[in-house]
């Protein structure tokens, strides 16, 4: 069977540059647009979605109150107008969830100030030599790719994960690169708030570069001990499948990839395993946002 894209995390997705594996939105607004109309996700049209705002009640007043009147059904502009300020009401829901203190944070604020970790910050022993593996940048690669508060760095690499069933949707930041620049509804774009000087990113983006042949966006690692499975594919099933892929990959079957020869033993692997537990925590944000879909 092929493997299927897996949903990155909305936690913390506020502080990314680019959406998708590949980075083909440069907004969460952008991003969720993409969602909406995407065969394979919501399938909607643009018309179908102020369609669904006009019929209930309390979307079209909500709606109302902050970008005033629905356009008319045969306004395309208007209707285009109306699914951006949908999105974008989804991107400032979204802005709102964001990574929880973890143990290791409460870890790593104590030893910063010089004082003993609290009861709840704590790592054991194997936890602590993982994180000092992890650190290790020669030996363990970690922080190439997963560095900074959410521990990714955000950008593409290839790590040798593509599906050799599907490669001609292996493409990666190679392909995302090109359609980000093209968007309808880039920063840049007519749509965006953002003023021209915030698109740097967008302005700097890499177009035609062969190295970015099937990279894919590194991924936060916080809760990854709780987000399998991994890859943008899905391709593996557990984290420490997840290790030897790292152990013994030689490449993939696209690209050159990123990744060599790695020099810890075993043990050192299954301390890194341990020590990433530590990143898990409940997402903060207020506490209403937090709550499973209908409940109060």
Known sequence: ????????????????????WDGRKDSLWAQAIASMENPVEHDMT???????????????????ALFGE?????DAEGVTRAVVNVAKSIAAYERQI???????????AAVSEGREPPPDGRLTLDEELGLRSFLRVQQSQCLRCHNGPLFSN?????????????LDNEQGRLRGVEKVVSDEFNCLSKWSDAPKEAC????????????????FKAPTLRNVSKTGPYMHNGKIGNL??????????????????ALESATLTGIEFDQIRAFLATLDARPAGPARYLRAPGRR
């Open 240 to 257: 420490e499948d997840v290790m030897w892929h790292y152990r013994t990959s030689r490449g993939g079957p696209l690209g050159q990839s």
């Open 70 to 74: 629905l356009p008319a059904a045969d």
């Open 1 to 20: 069977t092929c493997a299927l894209p897996i949903s990155p995390t909305i936690v913390g997705a506020a502080y990314n540059d680019w959406f998708f």
């Open 46 to 64: 643009r018309g179908k979605i102020v369609e669904v705002i006009r019929k209930d009640r309390g979307h079209a007043r909500r709606y109302r």
């Open 154 to 166: 955000g950008t593409f690499h290839n790590i040798g994960t593509q599906d050799r069933l599907t």
């Open 200 to 215: 740097v990113e967008l302005a700097a983006a890499r177009r035609g570069d062969k190295s970015l042949l099937g990279a």
């Open 98 to 108: 964001r990574p929880g203190k973890s143990r290791f944070d409460r870890y790593a």
